[in-house]
């Protein structure tokens, strides 16, 4: 997820170095390097889900989509190795692994902060069935 924000400071950087004589240049850089960089935010924003659930299903909502998922048919959730930090704040990647409608093992990838107690108490729900949560 850094690594375009990264190539987008290196773009900006870049631009003002070669071109900082010729304003014209130097703007049309710009312009093209903010456009790109609000594209793929766009495109991010665009395919996030947010998560939601009760005691029988997980509902998942972004812009273009709303799935449910059967509790009983997500596998695991599992934290991976890796770690950004957004204004000082620690966000760890999950993935998901569930069973989705064509019977097929689906991964989802999401971000979560590390004080996230929800988190827990969803693993707690799947690994148990418990639902008085």
């Known amino acids: 997820m850094s ?25 049309c850089a710009l312009v093209s390097v903010s456009g790109l960089s609000y594209f793929w935010l766009k495109k991010i924003d665009s395919t996030t889900f947010n998560f939601f659930y009760d005691s029988d299903f997980l509902y998942l909502k972004s812009k273009h989509e709303n799935r449910r998922v059967k509790i009983q048919k997500i596998k695991s959730i599992e934290s991976t190795s890796t770690r950004i930090r957004l204004l000082g704040i620690p966000f760890y990647l999950h993935q998901m692994v569930f069973i989705n409608q064509n019977s097929m093992d689906e991964k989802l990838k999401f971000w979560i902060g590390a004080s996230d107690s929800k988190l827990n108490e969803f693993k707690k729900l799947i690994q148990t069935g418990d639902t008085s949560i």
């Open 3 to 27: 690594t375009p924000i990264i190539f987008g400071l290196i773009g900006f950087l870049l631009s003002y170095v070669f071109l900082r004589n010729d304003y014209y240049w130097l703007l």
